[in-house]
């Protein structure tokens, strides 16, 4: 049927809004019924195949013997659970020129590959789903041969369906067609939504603007509280020289005994001897401090000694 034709992008074979859905397919019906209704959830008109069992209510596609022979890979069909038994056929020809088909149902738990048939298990969601088949990849992996054409698509109760089409990739739904989409009435309605969603939006925008403006005052708190980490540690390279000015402040207590000793003995002592042992007394010190910078009390017994050369040398 579609052999000679060109074949690109989508290729459908049913639409159930269409004048007649029909037109190329052959209906077999008993203890059932094939109709048309509109769906209320989706608010257009949907064929509807409902029987009490599943093998003897069924439309075909094409009608009598004559063949599809679709090459495009992927099938996609929009059915509608309605929580009851429902399974499909594909038929499909492969490059060892052998007849494939796939049985795919929902009242089977396991699948099963025989030398031309194959069936597999489907789980439906509650509502309308979007059966993505991609016949190139399953005639692969179940005979380990290459896809060539679709001779056949049967389609069994109990299902609603809106539609059946062919094509060369998955589309996502920006990239469908209108007539593609399933909830094409509802978008109408998404429409005129999305200007409050963009007028919340900007509103949402706008705060955190506002909620900047105020928070500059709170941001120099943390900045102040890098600063104490840095006295801290030039406070801990600090705690090392008061021992060293403690030291120096010491000095005028050891010159002034000094002072005091050559006072009460004016006649023997001369001024050119009190700056010599003064000098050599702070040299002393400070060899000492060089030395031991960090033990500061010690030195009480250092000055006692000097005290008591001082002493000695003012005698003499």
Known sequence: MFKNTYQSGLLSIFYSCGSNPLAIWDMEVQNGHIKRLTDKEVNSIVLEIVSSNVA????????????????????VM?????????????????????RRRFRISNFQS???????????????????NQIQFNLADFTRRAYGSQFIETLRVQVHANARLRRIYFSERLYTEEELPQDYKLYLPLEHKTKKAKPEKK??????????????????????????????????????AVTVTPAMTEVEDENPEVTA?????????????????????????????????????????????????????????GGD
Not at 113 to 124: D, E, N, Q, S
């Open 56 to 75: 003897t209510t069924f439309i075909s596609c094409p009608k009598r013997n004559q063949v599809l022979g679709i090459r495009l890979p992927f099938l």
């Open 78 to 98: 929009i059915v509608k659970n309605l929580k009851r038994y429902f399974s499909f056929e594909i038929t499909i020809l492969d490059d060892k020129n052998m």
């Open 110 to 128: 396991t699948t099963k590959i025989k030398p031309f048939c194959t069936t597999m298990p489907i789980g439906l969601s509650n509502g309308w």
């Open 199 to 236: 007028e919340e939006i900007k509103t949402i925008k706008a705060e955190p603007v506002e909620k900047q403006a105020e928070e500059p005052p709170e941001q120099p708190p943390p900045a102040p509280q890098e600063p104490p980490k840095e006295l801290e540690s030039k406070v801990s």
């Open 257 to 313: 005994p000094a002072e005091s000793d050559t006072e009460a003995e004016p006649q023997n002592v001369g001024p050119a001897p009190e700056a010599t042992e003064e000098v050599e007394i702070k040299e002393e010190i400070k060899e000492e401090i060089k030395e031991e910078p960090q033990e500061a009390p010690p030195e009480d017994p250092t000055e006692s000694e000097n005290q008591v050369e001082v002493k000695e040398e």
